[in-house]
């Protein structure tokens, strides 16, 4: 890869749950002489291996990759603590002339890497007393308070996401201002570094298909086994880890909530849903360039990667 100055620093590979990121993050830092940055927020935890198709040593080929296991499950995921050693990361690699490859779908995550996310600090009271408030009246009435004071915050949040809604208010009372004026739209002039965004895309039908293939043979690798061995380890009093998309409804039917068949069922239909707002978001931005990931293109996708970064290059 050139080194003129329209090279992208940074790679990024991102977009829906189950589209192929990960095979092609791989692939595309082995040409690279590059490594891989995760930048899906629950991969981040130590032991949720099965559950967030986390790759293994061998799948990785050799590439090395960073910001895997770093947390304990009872630890709450910080985005601010993300961007801290993701950019850390990010700069070792740079000047040890290594292409930094951050795969991922956490939007948010991606963002804080690469653009000029300024995340404000917390206050313990505050954040105490709205906890309180959460415990009380449920996430429904704060998110009512969360529409009221910052409607696109509101949109953006789900209902039942507690915890960032109580994060989103907090951060409204400490600054005085919205939300998401603390969230600035995508600015590739004032971006941390230049970033190629590459979003692997499926069509909807195959992409549920390969959702539902993907939870059931999480099941027979053993995800009950493996949520019952975190649950011991306090996974069920992580506020983070314990919403993750097959440990939270496994946890549920550990604690008699539901059988263990209706949590694979809700573990596909959340799945689903979740890829969909994963899409939402990163197609909102207009920098990330689409490649298609369907199965009959699946072959060609690292090639027609590798020509849009030579394009890029070269452009």
Not at 129 to 142: N, Q
Not at 284 to 293: K, T
């Amino acid at each position: 890869m050139n080194s003129g100055p329209a090279a992208p620093q940074v790679v990024a590979v991102v977009g829906p749950t189950a589209a192929g990121k990960s095979d092609l993050g791989v692939a595309l830092a082995g040409r690279l002489g590059g490594e891989v940055i995760n930048a899906d927020s629950m991969q981040l935890y130590r032991g949720m291996d099965i559950g967030t198709a986390k790759l293994t040593p061998a799948e990785r080929r050799g590439v090395p990759h960073h910001l895997l296991d770093i947390w304990d499950v009872t630890r709450t995921a910080s985005v601010a603590e993300y961007q801290r050693l993701a950019r850390d990361r990010i700069d070792r690699l740079l000047a040890a002339g290594r292409v930094p490859v951050l795969v991922g779908g956490s939007g948010l995550y991606v963002r804080a890497a690469v653009d000029p996310l300024d995340f404000p600090g917390t206050d313990p009271a505050v954040r105490a007393r709205l906890e309180a408030e959460l415990a009380r009246h449920g996430s429904g009435v704060l998110h009512a308070r969360l529409a009221a004071a910052d409607p696109p915050a509101a949109r953006a949040i789900l209902p039942s996401n507690g915890r960032r809604i109580v994060r989103a208010l907090e951060v409204i009372e400490i600054t005085g201002q919205p939300f998401t004026a603390r969230m600035p739209g995508p600015d590739e002039e004032r971006a941390a570094y230049r970033t190629l965004q590459i979003g692997v895309g499926v069509e909807r039908p195959e992409l549920d298909e390969r959702i539902t293939a993907r939870v059931d043979r999480m099941w027979r690798a053993g995800l009950v086994e493996e949520v019952r061995a975190l649950e011991a380890a306090g996974l069920r009093e992580g506020r983070t880890a314990s919403r993750a998309l097959g440990y939270q409804q496994v946890l549920a039917a550990l604690a008699g909530e539901c059988t263990l068949e209706e949590a694979r069922e809700e573990t596909i239909r959340a799945t689903r849903r979740f890829a969909r707002r994963q899409e939402s978001w990163f197609r909102r931005d207009a920098r990330v360039r689409w490649l298609s990931g369907a199965r009959e293109a699946r072959g060609e996708l690292e090639k027609r990667a590798w020509g849009l970064l030579e394009r890029t290059v070269t452009s």
